[in-house]
């Protein structure tokens, strides 16, 4: 969907992107991940033309995006960005409905929408839809900035650093939402970090960049199983890896289950099918356990994992 071929871009003597490849795919999360400084944002807004680039050929759906009307290319790339930039002097409702309004939609049918995004994201609509961003959290703001760039139900997004300067809780939540959305929506996404576990936590596949250049494009999995050079390896933390791949697999795909259902021990603690398998490690060393019962959402206990299984499950 979307193909970046032998793409650079310029400013006077800096290279900022050195002449790089990379497709994604449809539906897919493809995460740039990188230090300060190696090209990532300069990648992403390459792709919706805030930048020019200075060679190469950038690609959407097989057609060259300098062919493309700018206004019509970006109206359906969501674009978010860290520190939300939300107009200030405009209430959640008009933000959102940016897009929608450019596209001349009814009045109903953006209210409708806006309602639509603000409950998708959390945010009671009664309560939200009237303030200004002033009156919102970090996280609130970013969640409306999250909720502008799907406002028009774009095919792409683009996202740079949309949760970067949250807390670790509210991040945490805004990437549990993010991956629920993206299981409702399935967006084709270029999301930005420079945070390795949220890019590993996020992606299908993640780009690993460094000076302008792709180091490695992979999948998580196979990112930290086989780190391309002493960089990649040196970003995923040499020590972390077994847990951070731990944290890849869930325990629905590790555990044994019961023939039947059946009632829950209520004097254990328990896992659920979707916690990661780092979760249910973590849970078993607090409780000195050899395993743990797993219960569905409903409360039945539906299998056990044991400590076994998640060395197997993990490795
Ligand atoms: N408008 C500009 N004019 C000149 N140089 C620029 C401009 N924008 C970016 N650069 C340079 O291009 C390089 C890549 O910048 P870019 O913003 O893409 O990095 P980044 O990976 O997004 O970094 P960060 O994690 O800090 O946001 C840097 O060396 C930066 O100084
Ligand atoms: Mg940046």
Excluded at 126 to 151: C, H
Aim: charged share 25%; with cysteine; aromatic share 4%.
């Amino acid at each position: 969907m979307i193909e970046l071929k032998g793409v650079s871009c310029r400013f006077g003597s800096t290279v900022a992107v050195d002449a790089i490849n990379l497709t994604v795919e449809t539906g897919e999360v493809c995460v740039l991940v990188g230090s300060s400084g190696c090209g990532k944002s300069t990648t992403l807004r390459m792709i919706n033309r805030l930048l020019p680039h200075s060679a190469g050929e950038i690609s959407v759906d097989g057609q060259d995006i300098r062919r493309i009307d700018v206004r019509k290319l970006r109206l359906n790339m969501g674009y978010a960005i860290q520190g939300t930039g939300l107009f200030p002097h405009w209430t959640v409702a008009r933000n959102v409905a940016l897009v929608p309004k450019l596209l001349g939609w009814s009045r109903d049918r953006i209210t409708t929408r806006v309602d639509e995004l603000l409950t998708l994201l959390g945010l009671a609509p009664e309560t939200f839809a009237n303030k200004y961003p002033e009156q919102l959290s970090g996280g609130q703001a970013q969640r409306v900035g999250v909720a502008r760039a799907l406002a028009a139900d774009p095919n792409i997004l683009l996202m740079d650093e949309p949760f970067g300067a949250l807390d670790a809780i509210t991040r945490d939540n805004l990437q549990n939402e993010m991956l629920r959305i993206q299981r409702q929506v399935h967006k084709t996404t270029v999301f930005v970090t420079h945070d390795i576990d949220e890019a590993l936590r996020l992606a299908t596949r993640i780009a690993v960049m460094d000076q302008g250049r792709i180091l490695q494009h992979d999948t998580p999995e196979n990112i930290l199983r086989s780190p391309a050079n002493a960089f990649v390896e040196n970003l995923l933390g040499s020590q972390d890896r077994g847990l951070k791949l731990s944290a890849l697999r869930r325990v629905g795909d590790a555990m044994s289950r019961h023939p039947q259902p059946c009632e829950p021990d209520l004097e254990t603690d328990w896992l659920s099918e979707d916690d990661s398998l780092r979760q249910a490690l973590s849970v078993m060393l607090w409780h000195e356990a050899e395993q743990l019962p797993v219960r569905d959402a409903g409360g039945a206990e539906i299998g056990v994992l044991s400590r076994d299984q998640i060395w197997t499950g993990a490795t």
